[in-house]
């Protein structure tokens, strides 16, 4: 990784940036013990709810807002976390780490491999960070969205995260 790209990585999210851990292997065939996954239509929904938080995030970014990302995408007990361990529990903590992060870069969220049960999910994915300093290059981070089902709409209890990325499928 390069120095501006860590120093970048540091300053989006205050974290201390260490060396991306080798992808996993995808493993297609379910093993002993797999968790139930929710029908098709539960997991069409899914993905129509969150893939529309997703696009919301990503523009709310491109505005530099803060308040749309915090009260729209995460529950009020969220808690996020990176590769340093130090834990951010709550809207207003989310809110007060957003309100710096949002006018660092503009993002894209792809997703990667996703579980959907009755009424919890969570998805990974690579969380493209593109530098609205155009001197410094994108990254990405590995990131694991938990989302919870609360009265027939998804929303996320937090995420963790690491700078990396997964390959690209096939």
Not at 87 to 106: C, H, L, Q, S, W
Not at 109 to 137: C, I, L, S, Y
Request: net charge neutral; glycine share 8%.
């Amino acid at each position: 990784m390069s120095k501006s790209v860590a120093l970048l990585a540091s300053a989006l999210l205050g974290l201390s940036v260490l060396p991306a851990s080798p992808a996993l292997a995808a493993d297609p065939a379910p093993a002993v013990g797999d968790l139930p996954s929710a029908g098709g239509a539960a997991v069409a929904e899914f993905r129509r709810q969150v893939d529309a938080l997703y696009r919301m995030k990503e523009a709310a970014f491109a505005r530099d807002d803060a308040d749309t990302i915090v009260d729209r995408f995460y529950t009020r007990d969220a808690i996020t976390f990176g590769p340093e361990g130090k834990p951010v529990i709550g809207r207003e903590a989310f809110r007060d780490e957003y309100r710096n992060v949002v006018k660092i870069a503009n993002v894209k969220v792809e997703p990667v491999a996703t579980h959907v049960g009755t009424d919890a999910a969570w998805e990974w994915v690579n969380f493209r960070a593109f530098p609205k300093d155009k001197t410094q290059k994108p990254f990405t981070f590995i990131m694991l969205f938990v989302f919870a089902k609360k009265d027939g709409h998804w929303i996320s209890g937090g995420d963790a995260y690491t700078v990396g990325e997964f390959p690209k499928a096939g």
